[in-house]
């Protein structure tokens, strides 16, 4: 097992992974109204993507180009409430795929630094009254 995506079960795995992390993302109320109404597309670019960063086969750059996950990001408001909620999202969805250690903690160790990294707006910031 050369790569984190094979280890893992590579693309069911993560198919079922982004599903669980889609779910949460619907009962979330501040997440929720972020992501377009059909989640269809965000989930196959998210599996897609995650497949391809834990080594899996580059099919999200071949079709979309290079990620630039922070400018695609750039049209939401990401503040620190929000990297929280989807944090929470993808946190409970790799704890609920019984994915094991060192992947586990290899995942979480990376959704906790890119979720960090997409914040694009301070939210902590009171609006001048
Ligand atoms: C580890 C961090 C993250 C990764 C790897 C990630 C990955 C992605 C990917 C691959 C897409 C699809 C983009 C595309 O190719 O079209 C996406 C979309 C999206 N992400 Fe993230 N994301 C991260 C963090 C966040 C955070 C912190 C938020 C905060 C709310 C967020 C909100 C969204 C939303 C709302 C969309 C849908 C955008 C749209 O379709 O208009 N993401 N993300």
Redesign the pocket.
């Given at each position: 097992m050369d790569t984190t995506y094979e280890a893992v079960g590579g693309m069911e795995f993560f198919q079922s992974l982004v599903a669980a992390f889609y779910v949460n993302v619907e009962r979330d109320p501040l997440?929720r109204p972020?992501?377009?109404p059909d989640l269809t597309?965000?989930a196959k670019?998210?599996t897609?993507?995650?497949s391809q960063?834990f080594g899996g086969p580059g099919m999200?750059s071949e079709i979309?180009g290079h990620?630039r996950?922070r400018m695609?990001?750039g049209?939401?408001q990401?503040g620190v409430r929000?990297?929280d909620?989807?944090?929470q999202a993808?946190h409970d969805a790799v704890i609920a795929s019984g994915v094991a250690e060192p992947y586990r903690g290899a995942m979480l160790e990376?959704?906790t630094?890119?979720?960090d990294?997409?914040?694009n707006h301070d939210d902590q910031t009171p609006t001048e009254t």
């Open positions: 997440l972020l992501y377009p597309d965000s670019w998210m897609l993507f995650l960063y999200y979309k990620p996950l695609r990001h049209h939401l990401i929000e990297r909620a989807w944090w993808m990376y959704f630094t890119a979720a990294w997409m914040i």
